[in-house]
């Protein structure tokens, strides 16, 4: 059994093409700057991106599962070279890695002219500019990834993007890379640094409240729901693997100092895809989508002895709402892991039976930061219901969030 915080790989998704598409822009190996590229430390050596080992033409594969590209027939491609940065090691500088993936700092370069007519310009956004690149970490990744690149143009098309979600520069298609702005902080660093913080400094004054304080706290669920509420509304998509490490904070100027200073924004849409039109449904089984979950965070149902057997687990925007509201007990509390002292088996176990989270987490060292009848239950019982269609949807939940 994989360890409760790391997620666990279930399928993959295949067939991200569509037939009627043009192909990719024309692009090749050598898109990537030799070792030998002048630029501070940085290079991009090729063998830290594994070469894309899709042998048929992009252009004509068939789009089969991937209901997340349903308008989308190829991913927007990164018009620059990259250069991925360097420690004073010469180690490669890695934001983060996931179940699929490691995130390296990286920093554009342009393209060298080739006089070629058809060369798209370098995005005025993106040059020169250190950016974040999620490049795959294991072979069966690149699918995940491709993937992944259609799940990001597309909702770089859907309005509102900018203040919602990771802004999203392309796709290396050589190397099934995604290009993104560098968002250094995840929201499960900002929870440790918090709850560091208050073990360091204890206060009985405090002890009764969120580690990152109740004003905090308030700001950020409402965010993070307004997020959510995007995601599911406007763009259509349920993201599938909500939890902190797949969140990431860009600094925000607040003038309110007890505000939640940074901007939450969606990150990792590996296991995103459609919500499907039958709404009610529980299961879904055209999709293959779910293609990672973290126990702690994933909603109930999805972890269901028929469901796990089943191969059809389809997350629905209710579970998305589970997972939120596991995320924001863990800024609450403070632990990361949702359960602190129980092992991997009891935390799954817990996960199964997540209707009681609130129990669960109360009985846990740091309990009292959320209690009985408290804003923090207030906000979280109605999302984490154990009959999935009686959940508070996004919407209500973001007026819920605004009071
Ligand atoms: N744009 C980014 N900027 C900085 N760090 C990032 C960025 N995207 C992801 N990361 C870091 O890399 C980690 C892994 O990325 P993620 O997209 O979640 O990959 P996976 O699909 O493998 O889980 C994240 O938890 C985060 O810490
Ligand atoms: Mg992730």
């Given at each position: 059994?994989?360890?409760?915080?790391?997620?666990?790989?279930?399928?993959?998704?295949?067939?991200?093409?569509?037939?009627?598409?043009?192909?990719?822009?024309?692009?090749?190996?050598?898109?990537?700057?030799?070792?030998?590229?002048?630029?501070?430390?940085?290079?991009?050596?090729?063998?830290?991106?594994?070469?894309?080992?899709?042998?048929?033409?992009?252009?004509?594969?068939?789009?089969?599962?991937?209901?997340?590209?349903?308008?989308?027939?190829?991913?927007?491609?990164?018009?620059?070279?990259?250069?991925?940065?360097?420690?004073?090691?010469?180690?490669?500088?890695?934001?983060?890695?996931?179940?699929?993936?490691?995130?390296?700092?990286?920093?554009?370069?342009?393209?060298?002219?080739?006089?070629?007519?058809?060369?798209?310009?370098?995005?005025?956004?993106?040059?020169?500019?250190?950016?974040?690149?999620?490049?795959?970490?294991?072979?069966?990744?690149?699918?995940?990834?491709?993937?992944?690149?259609?799940?990001?143009?597309?909702?770089?098309?859907?309005?509102?993007?900018?203040?919602?979600?990771?802004?999203?520069?392309?796709?290396?298609?050589?190397?099934?890379?995604?290009?993104?702005?560098?968002?250094?902080?995840?929201?499960s660093t900002f929870i440790e640094d918090k709850a560091d913080a208050r073990k360091h400094n204890p206060s009985t004054a405090t002890m009764?409240?969120?580690?990152?304080?109740?004003?905090?706290?308030?700001?950020?669920?409402?965010?993070?729901?307004?997020?959510?509420?995007?995601?599911?509304?406007?763009?259509?998509?349920?993201?599938?693997?909500?939890?902190?490490?797949?969140?990431?904070?860009?600094?925000?100027?607040?003038?309110?100092?007890?505000?939640?200073?940074?901007?939450?924004?969606?990150?990792?849409?590996?296991?995103?895809?459609?919500?499907?039109?039958?709404?009610?449904?529980?299961?879904?089984?055209?999709?293959?989508?779910?293609?990672?979950?973290?126990?702690?965070?994933?909603?109930?149902?999805?972890?269901?002895?028929?469901?796990?057997?089943?191969?059809?687990?389809?997350?629905?925007?209710?579970?998305?709402?589970?997972?939120?509201?596991?995320?924001?007990?863990?800024?609450?509390?403070?632990?990361?892991?949702?359960?602190?002292?129980?092992?991997?088996?009891?935390?799954?176990?817990?996960?199964?039976?997540?209707?009681?989270?609130?129990?669960?987490?109360?009985?846990?060292?740091?309990?009292?930061?959320?209690?009985?009848?408290?804003?923090?239950?207030?906000?979280?019982?109605?999302?984490?219901?154990?009959?999935?269609?009686?959940?508070?949807?996004?919407?209500?939940?973001?007026?819920?969030?605004?009071?």
């Amino acid at each position: 059994m994989a360890p409760c915080d790391s997620p666990v790989r279930l399928t993959v998704r295949t067939g991200l093409h569509d037939k009627r598409s043009p192909p990719h822009s024309p692009t090749s190996a050598s898109a990537l700057t030799p070792p030998v590229t002048p630029i501070g430390k940085g290079v991009l050596h090729a063998e830290l991106l594994t070469p894309s080992p899709t042998t048929e033409d992009p252009s004509s594969s068939t789009q089969s599962s991937a209901q997340t590209t349903r308008h989308v027939g190829v991913p927007l491609i990164f018009p620059d070279e990259i250069d991925i940065c360097h420690d004073e090691s010469r180690r490669p500088f890695e934001f983060g890695r996931g179940a699929w993936s490691i995130v390296y700092r990286a920093r554009s370069v342009p393209k060298q002219s080739t006089g070629s007519l058809h060369t798209p310009p370098s995005s005025p956004a993106s040059t020169g500019r250190i950016l974040a690149v999620k490049a795959p970490l294991r072979r069966d990744a690149h699918k995940v990834l491709q993937s992944e690149a259609l799940t990001m143009t597309r909702l770089s098309l859907t309005p509102g993007c900018e203040n919602y979600m990771v802004p999203f520069h392309g796709f290396l298609p050589e190397y099934d890379a995604l290009v993104m702005s560098a968002i250094p902080l995840a929201l499960s660093t900002f929870i440790e640094d918090k709850a560091d913080a208050r073990k360091h400094n204890p206060s009985t004054a405090t002890m009764f409240e969120p580690v990152q304080g109740p004003d905090s706290w308030r700001d950020m669920a409402r965010k993070l729901i307004t997020c959510l509420a995007w995601l599911h509304d406007t763009a259509g998509l349920v993201h599938g693997d909500i939890k902190p490490h797949n969140v990431l904070l860009r600094p925000t100027v607040t003038d309110t100092p007890d505000a939640f200073p940074f901007e939450p924004l969606l990150a990792d849409f590996s296991s995103a895809y459609e919500i499907p039109s039958d709404s009610s449904s529980t299961s879904n089984v055209n999709q293959t989508a779910l293609s990672a979950f973290t126990p702690p965070f994933t909603a109930p149902e999805l972890l269901s002895l028929a469901s796990l057997r089943s191969g059809e687990i389809a997350p629905l925007p209710s579970s998305d709402v589970f997972s939120l509201a596991a995320t924001l007990i863990a800024a609450a509390t403070g632990d990361l892991l949702l359960y602190p002292g129980s092992n991997n088996f009891q935390r799954l176990a817990m996960a199964k039976d997540g209707h009681r989270i609130l129990d669960f987490t109360r009985a846990g060292s740091n309990g009292c930061r959320i209690p009985r009848y408290g804003f923090v239950e207030k906000l979280i019982q109605p999302a984490v219901v154990k009959d999935p269609t009686q959940r508070i949807l996004t919407g209500d939940w973001v007026a819920l969030a605004s009071c």
